[in-house]
């Protein structure tokens, strides 16, 4: 039977109420109980190795690329006409940043330091987060961490709003207009997009494969492996060169460690920032002030519902595209 857009936001919503108890990272897509038992893993990035080949970037354009958006075009009007598109489509090519077709690109930082000058190449992707504010404040339950410290946007579900992008220290996502839900559940006044971003090869380390920018890399700059192991080795590593770490503090903790023999300060200070640029800034833990965690908590359960209502009109709305 046919289901126009009001029938089957009705119907999603009334079933999905039953679903509000469980928790929104369950909804937003993770792998199961086995995803939950799984060790968490991160990456360490020894700066002093790269150099700014971009065989990372191509390996992860080429994994990737089967998800890449293929946006409708034209892009519905929206209301209000301050909500602005967000269309990358025919700038597919762009490299030198994030973009929804380039979810990693190479930063290069040149300066002089105790004296000395430097050049240093710096991979910069979503840095996976330990309490990710994008996976915790996500009023659509669409973002996630799962099991193994990974945290992806299911773009099943996304609306585009970018509340990810707002609340990332690194305002890390980057929009495409013209795909996903909202073009189904409200055209014209939802988030418009679908919000992308390094999911560090989700399903291939789920496999127990390797993300593909580290296995490609020929100066093996990237090391993976448990977390608490990978961070004891960045620890060694810059104690050994006397150089610095950003990542294993920085938003209260992350899944990636870069390791630099020059500081991050000079080093943010070296590089050009900016949209889809991110810096490399210090970056305090945002859940330690009560109003912010009280915001994460409250609004779990809400993003469990709503991730829920949106699974079921996704799966209406898939029906009724094949009737």
Request: charged letters at 25%; hydrophobic letters at 40%; aromatic letters at 6%.
């Given at each position: 039977?046919?289901?126009?857009?009001?029938?089957?936001?009705?119907?999603?919503?009334?079933?999905?109420?039953?679903?509000?108890?469980?928790?929104?990272?369950?909804?937003?897509?993770?792998?199961?109980?086995?995803?939950?038992?799984?060790?968490?893993?991160?990456?360490?990035?020894?700066?002093?190795?790269?150099?700014?080949?971009?065989?990372?970037?191509?390996?992860?354009?080429?994994?990737?690329?089967?998800?890449?958006?293929?946006?409708?075009?034209?892009?519905?009007?929206?209301?209000?006409?301050?909500?602005?598109?967000?269309?990358?489509?025919?700038?597919?090519?762009?490299?030198?940043?994030?973009?929804?077709?380039?979810?990693?690109?190479?930063?290069?930082?040149?300066?002089?330091?105790?004296?000395?000058?430097?050049?240093?190449?710096?991979?910069?992707?979503?840095?996976?987060?330990?309490?990710?504010?994008?996976?915790?404040?996500?009023?659509?339950?669409?973002?996630?961490?799962?099991?193994?410290?990974?945290?992806?946007?299911?773009?099943?579900?996304?609306?585009?709003?970018?509340?990810?992008?707002?609340?990332?220290?690194?305002?890390?996502?980057?929009?495409?207009t013209g795909v996903g839900l909202y073009l189904?559940?409200?055209?014209?006044?939802?988030?418009?997009?679908?919000?992308?971003?390094?999911?560090?090869?989700?399903?291939?380390?789920?496999?127990?494969?390797?993300?593909?920018?580290?296995?490609?890399?020929?100066?093996?700059?990237?090391?993976?492996?448990?977390?608490?192991?990978?961070?004891?080795?960045?620890?060694?590593?810059?104690?050994?060169?006397?150089?610095?770490?950003?990542?294993?503090?920085?938003?209260?903790?992350?899944?990636?460690?870069?390791?630099?023999?020059?500081?991050?300060?000079?080093?943010?200070?070296?590089?050009?920032t900016g949209p889809g640029r991110p810096h490399?800034?210090?970056?305090?833990?945002?859940?330690?002030?009560?109003?912010?965690?009280?915001?994460?908590?409250?609004?779990?359960?809400?993003?469990?519902?709503?991730?829920?209502?949106?699974?079921?009109?996704?799966?209406?709305?898939?029906?009724?595209?094949?009737?």
């Open positions: 039977m046919k289901m126009n857009r009001r029938s089957f936001i009705a119907s999603g919503l009334a079933v999905a109420a039953g679903t509000a108890a469980r928790p929104a990272r369950a909804l937003a897509g993770d792998d199961g109980p086995a995803a939950r038992e799984a060790v968490v893993l991160a990456t360490l990035l020894d700066l002093s190795k790269c150099i700014g080949c971009g065989a990372c970037v191509e390996a992860c354009r080429e994994a990737n690329a089967q998800r890449f958006p293929e946006p409708v075009k034209p892009f519905p009007k929206m209301y209000p006409s301050r909500v602005k598109a967000a269309d990358w489509s025919d700038k597919r090519d762009v490299d030198d940043r994030l973009t929804p077709y380039n979810w990693l690109y190479i930063q290069t930082a040149s300066g002089e330091y105790d004296g000395r000058p430097f050049e240093l190449n710096i991979p910069r992707r979503c840095l996976h987060c330990q309490n990710p504010p994008c996976a915790n404040l996500c009023p659509w339950g669409a973002a996630s961490k799962d099991g193994r410290g990974i945290v992806a946007i299911n773009d099943e579900i996304c609306l585009g709003g970018s509340k990810c992008k707002d609340v990332c220290p690194w305002h890390i996502p980057e929009r495409q189904k559940l409200a055209p014209s006044f939802a988030g418009n997009g679908v919000m992308y971003k390094c999911d560090r090869c989700r399903d291939r380390v789920a496999a127990g494969g390797t993300p593909a920018c580290i296995e490609v890399c020929p100066e093996g700059v990237q090391t993976i492996g448990p977390r608490d192991e990978i961070l004891a080795k960045a620890r060694k590593l810059a104690e050994e060169i006397g150089g610095f770490i950003y990542g294993d503090t920085e938003n209260g903790g992350t899944n990636t460690f870069y390791v630099s023999p020059v500081p991050f300060d000079a080093l943010n200070q070296a590089v050009e490399l800034a210090a970056v305090g833990n945002p859940f330690t002030t009560e109003d912010i965690l009280a915001r994460a908590v409250y609004a779990a359960p809400l993003a469990g519902l709503a991730a829920g209502a949106l699974h079921l009109i996704r799966g209406a709305a898939s029906e009724d595209d094949h009737e």
